[in-house]
């Protein structure tokens, strides 16, 4: 094998590092509001619907969220009468569901409660790290309390995905998930991390739960309703029925 001469490989060195460099650069921020063209008529939906007012629960996440559409039943029966409103859309990064906050999705009322589950899409496609994910949540819940302070938030942690338990993408999520379980003070934010309930023993996820192993049943969304109910009724000042 030839050997590279000292100055090739400071060159290699050099492009090796402004590789790197402009990788990281390249990714989209999880801090910096960004809108989605695709979702602009969803989101005007979400505005006028906000401004309307007579809100209590707030949803905020992506496609996970929005999928309760698909789950009607279960959520008439567990979150109606809680006067909800499910601000959730598909392909959301935490960027945008950052945009959406500062651009009317919660004008015109005061929840009492704001549930948020987001960040998976930024562990896919134009990659975020875990820490960088992490600060996009911990900049939705600020922006949450600056415009709202007496609303909850009930911050749930990433959701599991893909089938086995040794996925990489299980240990992103879990890193991400420990870093903002430390935004749970007790008094406006509450962490909850129901990921261990989609889980077989073994650490799998069945179809029967996710049939593509990230989104959810209507089995998966009847863990999800009662995973939270006894909290969601503590934080709106009731006892679950």
Known sequence: MKKLSLPTLLVAVALGIS??????????????????????????????????????????????????????????????????????IGGDRTENVLWRIQNGALEGYKPKVAVVMIGTNNLTGQRNNPTEVA???????????????????????????????????????????EIIAKLDDGKTVYFMDIGKQFLEPDGSITRETMPDFLHLTQKGYQIWADAIKEKLAELLGGKSE
């Open 135 to 177: 600060a996009g949540i911990t900049a939705i819940v600020e922006e949450i309390k600056k415009r709202s302070p007496d609303t909850k938030i009930l911050l749930l942690g990433i959701f599991p995905r893909n089938e086995k338990p040794d996925s990489p993408a299980r240990k992103d999520i879990a890193q991400v998930n």
């Open 19 to 88: 590789t790197l460099s402009a990788q990281e650069a390249a990714r989209p921020s999880t801090t910096d509001p960004q809108p989605r063209n695709p979702w602009i008529d969803q989101h005007e939906g979400h505005v006028k619907k906000a401004k309307a007012g007579n809100i209590d629960v707030v949803f905020f996440g992506d496609s996970i969220t929005a999928g309760w559409g698909s789950a009607k039943e279960i959520w008439q029966e567990r979150f109606e009468p809680l006067k909800p409103a499910n601000f959730g």
